[in-house]
């Protein structure tokens, strides 16, 4: 009897969102055709793919994976986390004041805090005073083998340890302990100029075309697109102002002459008062909404199925670096703190390799 590989499906939930995600064996990745068909998405950290919840989604993996893999759905109810002992709900007090007066971003604050509620809860029956190299390297352990958490995530939580064993406890020593996991060198995922055009061409509702467009044109990432404040938009010098960016750093970047026209006549349609893009009752527009229009339109144009908002800001760099623009500006644009960040964008460029023509063409 031949016996179909499995298949692991899972639902979790991110920022209010419920998503699938599919794990499958290393040596069976999807066929492209299946994963454009379910819109699937990959985390390039842990290689598994994922998909936004919706009513008939399980539907569709089962009827799409039929006869290929044998589909596991592993059910996972979440429990309500456990108390916090006193003497930790007093660290996380002090900790999330100290962080404040710091001047942490919120989002900052929110991962460290909740990496920390995770290492208290794994100590529940220790006091600070008992906190060693095994305790530490065991709850290390925890994150990767029973959490799964990628490496991103895994750097995040050594951060956030390390904050709290440095500037809380005074206890250097600690962080000493502490071990980072090998970054993966992934080359970021591009799209070309044409792509691009025929993703915007998929959007009619100049809302959702004005947000695609400014991701591109400007290179932003999510989170900052949805800060904008319409004062941050400067028609007379061409440029846009983005206030606490990653790393709570401040920066221009440059505006489009296309895009100030877009822009005018979306003033003209939504008159928006405070934030650039407004969502429900005036509010910041929100991430998810922004993933979803990008995942519509991306099915409709027919791209990359792996691509994401982010991929915009990754073509942004990519096509002004073919277009020879020096990678000192590049890198201001983007906002990186150091040059070897923005390096990574002359891997993926086409400009150079066009010249090179393989040796077969010399026959």
């Known amino acids: 009897m031949n016996y179909l590989p499995m298949l692991e499906v899972r639902k979790v939930q991110f920022k209010n969102q419920y998503y699938l995600t599919l794990k499958f064996p290393k040596s069976q990745p999807p066929q492209m055709a299946h994963a454009q068909k379910l819109q699937l998405a990959q985390n390039p950290k842990t290689g598994n793919y994922y998909l936004l919840m919706q009513k008939n989604s399980l539907r569709e993996i089962f009827e799409t994976f039929k006869g290929i893999f044998w589909v596991k759905y592993v059910k996972t109810e979440q429990q309500p986390p456990e108390e916090l002992k006193e003497e930790w709900q007093q660290q996380i007090s002090i900790t999330a004041q100290r962080m404040v007066i710091q001047g942490y971003s919120p989002n900052t604050q929110k991962i460290y805090l909740s990496f920390l509620k995770q290492f208290f809860r794994y100590l529940q029956d220790k006091g600070i005073d008992r906190v060693d190299e095994q305790a530490i390297h065991n709850f290390q352990l925890y994150m990767i083998e029973s959490r799964g958490y990628s490496k ?39 799209l070309s100029i044409a792509e691009v055009k025929r993703l915007m061409d998929q959007v009619t509702n100049l809302k959702h075309k004005t947000i695609l467009m400014l991701l591109y044109s400007a290179g932003l990432r999510i989170s900052e697109l949805i800060r904008l404040r319409v004062d941050d938009i400067d028609s007379e010098r061409m440029m846009i102002r983005v206030l606490y960016g990653k790393g709570n750093k401040d920066r221009y970047t440059i505006l489009s002459e296309k895009m100030l026209l877009m822009l005018r006549q979306y003033y003209k349609q939504y008159k928006p008062t405070e934030w650039l893009i407004e969502g429900v009752d005036g509010q910041p527009y929100s991430a998810s909404s922004i993933q979803s229009i990008f995942r519509k339109a991306k099915k409709r144009a027919k791209i990359n ?37 923005t390096e990574i964008y002359t891997h993926v460029t086409n400009k150079n390799l066009k010249k090179i023509k393989s040796p077969l063409d010399q026959w």
């Open 152 to 190: 991103s995530a895994q750097h995040q939580g050594v951060n956030a340890l390390k904050y709290f064993f440095e500037k809380i406890l005074e206890q250097p020593r600690l962080s000493i302990l502490l071990y980072r996991p090998r970054r993966d060198h992934q080359l970021p995922k591009v």
């Open 305 to 341: 199925p792996l691509a994401t908002p982010h991929t915009l800001r990754h073509s942004f760099a990519t096509h002004l670096l073919e277009q020879g623009t020096d990678l000192r500006f590049i890198q201001e644009l983007l906002g990186h703190n150091s040059s070897k960040t």
